[in-house]
């Protein structure tokens, strides 16, 4: 038999031991401030903005037109991912045998609180998902979709109004489930289920929606390869750390192949982006400040691929640029553009467009100065990622008649020479005048030396043509 004061010395032991777990909890927490940070994993419904509201209305001004370049909602991982899968549930196992003595637990690293280890003891992978469904839009990404339109709807009911006209809308999607489920979700927020609406015929050559499937000099770009700035932040002590202290408060006595790792953040990021209102399990194998430098990474890599890093990307979009302006500009139907794609095609626009610069590129080297950074693809492109620009007929103003605010995932855009997100025409139309006038054709995919030059060159012929013809 046991003396009382053994069981008391146990007792006190065992609340000492609870106290050391106690530092954080995912499922306890109800703010949960890391998945704002998942990049292009993020949940629409946390990224979105509320400013819109105070922001839509412009007194002396009515909304006439709109241009929408929409992302696909949430979606199901790819295949790669979707065959990891029994991975996830051999990691499940080793993390539970870890925990099954929590003496054998290192004392000098936080560990998971019982709420959590009980949530990931159970997880199973929901074995419906099948690799054919790589990439599908979920059924919460087509209500991510829904969602958008019902909102900017209420916002702008003049210009896009409930009944489907086939003159005032104009939809085009890419060759994809998600985005052609996409559209669907948009025009059944708009008009209500089986209204007729229609997308365009998506072209062989989709240059439009995917520019970056036909500049090869744009896909032989190194973003993530050896001696890229991904490549030499995966290479430094913080990232070696990070891995280091995920591994260590799984209860492993080394660090997991970064490929584990980022295996359970991909699924810890897809649960919550698929369910906003549950927790993933996945989740809570990663601390808030951890989130942080995968979210680096991550910027880091966007930030070379389509972002700022490279004057290249930010020509790729030339032709939705510049069918933006033109269709802005035209007093004629019409009066709604929406497109549906992807997040490569929302990130270049966005650079197309000079928004959300930072003066100092983001480098592997400079994490700590960064936490500030535009170059934020979590809050520019979240899952069912927007852009809508929005042009405004303003009465009241008889030098700039024209206007127009350009909203990012609800919230306006706030360029440097626009007030407060309130843009003249006449200075939009001068401020991307090298989009307007490119002949996208060499412009996307070339050094953009001779774009506009060769424009010139194309009229003088089209002309020297016409004058034969007419001899
Ligand atoms: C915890 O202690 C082990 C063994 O002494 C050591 O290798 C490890 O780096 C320590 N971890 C932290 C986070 O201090
Ligand atoms: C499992 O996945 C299928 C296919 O995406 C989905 O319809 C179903 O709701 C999921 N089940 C659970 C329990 O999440
Ligand atoms: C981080 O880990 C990698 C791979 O194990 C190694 O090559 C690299 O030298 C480490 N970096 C530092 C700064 O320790």
New binding site residues.
């Given amino acids: 038999m046991k003396s009382p004061l053994i069981t008391a010395c146990l007792l006190a032991l065992a609340i000492v031991q609870i106290g050391a777990q106690d530092d954080y909890c995912f499922g306890k927490d109800n703010s949960r401030p890391q998945t704002r940070h998942f990049t292009s994993k993020t949940a629409y419904q946390i990224a979105k903005s509320s400013n819109i509201e105070k922001q839509y209305l412009v007194p002396g001004c009515t909304a006439q037109k709109m241009w929408i370049f929409h992302r696909h909602g949430t979606r199901l991982p790819s295949k790669s991912t979707i065959q990891k899968a029994p991975r996830l549930e051999q990691l499940r196992d080793l993390i539970a045998g870890n925990y099954g003595k929590r003496s054998d637990l290192?004392a000098?690293?936080s560990t998971l609180c019982m709420e959590d280890l009980i949530a990931l003891k159970m997880w199973k992978w929901n074995t419906s998902i099948t690799d054919d469904m790589e990439n599908y839009l979920t059924s919460q990404g087509y209500e991510d979709l829904r969602g958008t339109a019902k909102t900017y709807q209420k916002y702008f009911p003049e210009v896009l109004i409930k009944e489907y006209d086939h003159e005032h809308f104009m939809f085009r999607h890419t060759d994809t489930q998600r985005t052609t489920e996409s559209f669907k979700a948009f025009t059944e927020g708009l008009f209500g289920a089986n209204s007729g609406a229609v997308a365009e015929d998506i072209p062989e050559k989709d240059l439009l929606l995917r520019p970056y499937d036909y500049c090869t000099s744009w896909s032989s770009q190194n973003y993530k390869n050896a001696g890229s700035e991904s490549d030499k932040f995966r290479n430094m002590a913080l990232w070696n750390k990070t891995l280091?202290?995920v591994s260590?408060r799984l209860g492993f006595k080394y660090t997991l192949d970064a490929s584990d790792i980022e295996l359970m953040y991909d699924m810890c990021r897809y649960e919550q982006a698929w369910q906003v209102d549950r927790t993933s399990v996945w989740c809570a194998a990663f601390l808030p400040e951890q989130v942080t430098v995968f979210e680096y990474e991550d910027d880091l890599r966007y930030f070379y691929k389509s972002g700022y890093g490279n004057a290249a990307n930010s020509r790729l979009n030339c032709r939705a640029a510049q069918d933006m302006l033109k269709h802005l500009s035209s007093k004629t139907a019409p009066n709604v553009v929406s497109y549906f794609g992807h997040s490569t095609g929302v990130q270049t626009l966005i650079n197309a467009l000079g928004i959300n610069k930072d003066e100092v590129p983001l480098l592997a080297s400079n994490y700590d100065q960064q936490g500030n950074r535009k170059w934020a693809t979590s809050k520019i492109d979240p899952f069912a990622a927007n852009f809508v620009a929005v042009k405004y007929e303003c009465e009241a103003d008889t030098e700039n008649k024209e206007k127009a605010i350009f909203f990012l995932n609800q919230d306006a855009v706030d360029l440097s020479w626009c007030k407060v997100g309130l843009c003249n025409w006449n200075e939009v139309l001068d401020r991307y005048s090298h989009l307007l006038n490119a002949d996208c054709e060499s412009y996307y995919c070339g050094d953009g030396a001779n774009a506009i030059g060769i424009s010139l060159g194309a009229l003088l012929m089209t002309a020297v043509v016409y004058l034969i013809n007419l001899m």
């Fill in positions: 290192p000098n690293t280091a202290d260590a």
